[in-house]
Nanobody
Framework: EVQLVESGGGTVQAGGSLRLSCAASGFAFDRYAIGWFRQAPGKEREGIGCITSSDGSTYYADSVKGRFAISSDDAKNTVYLQMNSLKPEDTAVYSC?????????????????WGQGTQVTVYS
């Protein structure tokens, strides 16, 4: 059974940093695309970044480009989302999602497996 568990959320002052983790299990961690999404109250879910196992490349939404970075530790079956220079508008529930067959990195919500999400709150 594929499982994704996010951790690392919390409350931080604007300008601060957080690192979220997405721990994966139930599939071979050599073939995947993993995306990070967020959803703020009253807003639609937004794809903010992704990583593919095919070549390790990443892709980011304009809203977070230059501030957020995605990396993976294959030995730990974990993908990270490093968030720097956080803004109040980054406040949302952050979730990771995985596709173990179609490994193209994309920001649309066409993933097979989803984590439960972790809350990030940024105050000014």
């Amino acid at each position: 059974e594929v499982q994704l568990v996010e951790s690392g959320g919390g409350t931080v002052q604007a300008g601060g940093s957080l690192r979220l983790s997405c721990a994966a299990s139930g599939f071979a961690f050599d073939r995947y695309a993993i995306g990070w999404f967020r959803q703020a109250p009253g807003k639609e879910r937004e794809g903010i970044g992704c990583i593919t196992s095919s070549d390790g490349s990443t892709y980011y939404a304009d809203s977070v480009k230059g501030r957020f970075a995605i990396s993976s530790d294959d030995a730990k079956n974990t993908v990270y989302l490093q968030m720097n220079s956080l803004k109040p508008e980054d406040t949302a529930v952050y979730s990771c999602a995985a596709d173990t067959w179609w490994t193209m990195c994309r920001l649309t919500a066409q993933y097979d497996y989803w984590g439960q999400g972790t809350q990030v709150t940024v105050y000014s």
